[in-house]
C-alpha cells in the first residue's frame, strides 16, 4: 500500500486541527501535515446533513402532535 505523502514537503505524518476562518461563525477540521503545517483536506466540524436530518425528525414530530392537538380541540369545540 501506498504512503501518504505531504504535496509540500513530502512528509508523511499528518494532524487534525479545529479552526474557525477569519471572519466565520462555524469552526472547520483540518488535516495537515504534521512537519510544515501544509492543509491537504477540511471537512465541517459538525456534520449538516446529520443535523438537518435530526432537526427533520424533530420538526416531524412536532407537526403530529399539534395535529392532535388541534384534533382534540375541534372535537372540544363540538361538543
Request: hydrophobic share 35%; glycine share 6%; aromatic share 6%.
Amino acid at each position: 500500500m501506498a504512503t501518504s505523502t505531504c504535496p509540500k514537503c513530502e512528509g508523511t505524518s499528518f494532524e487534525v486541527k479545529q479552526t474557525a476562518p477569519s471572519g466565520s461563525n462555524f469552526y472547520l477540521w483540518l488535516v495537515q501535515c504534521s512537519s510544515c503545517g501544509a492543509v491537504v483536506s477540511s471537512h465541517e466540524a459538525d456534520n449538516i446533513g446529520a443535523l438537518l436530518e435530526a432537526h427533520k425528525k424533530s420538526l416531524g414530530k412536532i407537526e403530529e402532535r399539534l395535529s392532535r392537538i388541534e384534533h382534540a380541540l375541534n372535537v372540544l369545540a363540538n361538543r
